[in-house]
């Protein structure tokens, strides 16, 4: 039983003119429990537009995206975003920052710093709960930025380029220290949805790899890879 299945799913963006650009074309995929899916393609192939569909952010112009076998839109769906920009509140502290999504659910704020200070840890950021976003390296603030995302033990972790803003060696050691804890079963969530233009990225951490690719029409085609587990 997979968590996410889209069908046929497609988007469209109006454009002045009156033309309208299709960003997706038809588009069907699975995402089941236990697995890294990877969605792999080159710059404006429209990936970011088909993470948001998945994840209810954005409604498809066509097709549907189910959880569980009900629309998205009826669910009550618990994703987070890990972004490649870290997108962290520059005014708050790294616990604050990773309390933030629990705060805005109404969770008490025993039970917050208790679950922020161990997803802290899970990350190795034991020690910096003090500290500001500017205090610390890009790492480190990715580092957060998985914190805050995975605080809320979302069904599905969405990552946008996560990697992309860091520099290659920090990008790494990230990469297969996220990959160590995804092994070890020490990462709370049951699917990661990872968006990247990097094929080595895609075929080190992903059980599964969707490529997105571009043709003149602005049409992107669809092609799916399947790989062993390593
Ligand atoms: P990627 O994540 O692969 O870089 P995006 O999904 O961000 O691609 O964008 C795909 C294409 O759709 C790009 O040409 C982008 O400019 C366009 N696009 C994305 N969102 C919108 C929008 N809300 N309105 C109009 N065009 C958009
Ligand atoms: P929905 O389909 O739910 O309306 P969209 O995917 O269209 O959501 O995106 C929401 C908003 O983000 C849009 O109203 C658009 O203005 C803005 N947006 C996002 N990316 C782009 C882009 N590349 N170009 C123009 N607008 C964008």
């Keep these: 039983e997979p968590i996410i299945r889209a069908q046929q799913v497609e988007k469209f963006y109006a454009q002045p003119s009156e033309n309208r650009i299709q960003v997706i074309a038809p588009t069907s995929l699975e995402i089941f429990p236990g697995e890294i899916v990877a969605l792999l393609g080159p710059s404006g192939s429209g990936k970011s537009t088909l993470l948001r569909m998945l994840a209810g952010l954005s409604k498809p112009s066509a097709g549907e995206v189910l959880w569980h076998g009900k629309p998205v839109s009826a669910s009550q769906i618990n994703v987070s975003i890990v972004f490649q920009s870290f997108a962290l509140f520059p005014w708050l502290t790294v616990?604050?920052?990773?309390?933030?999504?629990?705060?805005?659910?109404?969770?008490?704020?025993?039970?917050?710093?208790?679950?922020?200070?161990?997803?802290?840890?899970?990350?190795?950021?034991?020690?910096?709960?003090?500290?500001?976003?500017?205090?610390?390296?890009?790492?480190?603030?990715?580092?957060v930025g998985f914190a805050r995302a995975l605080v809320v033990e979302p069904e599905v972790l969405f990552m946008d380029e996560p990697f992309s803003a860091l520099d290659v060696l920090t990008a790494e050691n990230l990469r297969s220290e996220l990959l160590e804890l995804w092994q070890k079963k020490t990462i709370p969530t049951q699917a990661i949805f990872l968006v990247t233009h990097n094929i080595e990225e895609a075929v080190l951490l992903a059980d599964r790899i969707i490529v997105l690719g571009r043709n003149p029409g602005h049409v992107r085609t669809d092609f799916k890879v399947n790989l062993q587990h390593p």
């Design 95 to 143: 616990l604050e920052n990773v309390e933030a999504p629990l705060k805005a659910r109404g969770i008490a704020s025993t039970t917050r710093h208790k679950s922020s200070l161990k997803i802290l840890d899970t990350v190795g950021l034991d020690g910096f709960a003090s500290a500001y976003p500017k205090e610390l390296s890009g790492g480190m603030r990715q580092r």
